[in-house]
């Protein structure tokens, strides 16, 4: 029972956008920004910081379904401490987007019920399924923020230190899921977590 309160109040806050991170972001190591940026850089800034807290509302709802129905105490160990950090990656999101003026997506909810959906099916797929799922996910991920890298505006510090540290953590994820077994997915449904990633960056940049 209380596992399911606690998983019940991490998709609580996960969708209300009240977060807590366990570690320090990584922006406040940094000086205020010297250069401010334009309106136009804080408006693009934004939908790309509110992709990226979508994701992390999508990686909650991941792990969370994917805990549930793993099979093994340390499968369900590592996706736990996984989310965990995924969690101060959510903050971290938040706090810039509060930072730049701005606001979650407003479809966190949809986005949220949809991974959690997905994050069960593969659960329940097995462990190794699990595991390779894990990191293919993270595999996209990494790539995805490294190309909002290259489309930061050269003054935004804040967002570039957070991005950094956000992808160094999911490289680290997706090498921890293939070490424990993960297996490769086959190439059709790696293209449709593509395809299902496209839908969800271009609609959350602006809704």
């Not at 922006?27 to 250069?35: C, F, K, M």
């Not at 003026?101 to 991974?115: D, E, F, I, K, T």
């Not at 950094?164 to 293209?191: C, T, Y």
Request: glycine share 8%.
């Amino acid at each position: 029972m209380d596992s399911l309160i606690r998983e019940f109040d991490v998709a609580l806050r996960a969708i209300a956008g009240v977060t807590r991170a366990g570690r320090e972001n990584p922006a406040n190591r940094l000086a205020p920004d010297t250069e401010p940026l334009s309106a136009a850089e804080r408006q693009h800034v934004a939908g790309l910081m509110r992709i990226n807290h979508v994701g992390e509302v999508c990686a909650q709802a991941l792990y969370q379904a994917q805990k549930l129905t793993a099979h093994s105490a340390p499968v369900r160990a590592q996706m736990d401490q996984a989310a965990r950090e995924e969690e101060d990656h959510l903050s971290w999101c938040a706090d810039r987007l509060r930072e730049l003026g701005s606001r979650p997506s407003l479809l966190n909810p949809v986005w949220y019920a949809g991974a959690f959906a997905i994050g069960w099916l593969a659960g329940r797929a097995g462990d190794r399924v699990s595991l390779g799922f894990v990191a293919e996910t993270e595999r996209q991920v990494e790539h995805h923020l490294t190309s909002h890298l290259d489309k930061l505006p050269a003054a935004d510090g804040r967002s570039r230190a957070i991005l950094e540290q956000m992808r160094d953590d999911e490289i680290r994820h997706g090498d921890a899921a293939r070490d424990a077994g993960g297996v490769p997915l086959p190439n059709p449904i790696r293209a449709l977590m593509r395809g299902a990633s496209r839908v969800m960056t271009t609609t959350a940049y602006r809704v």
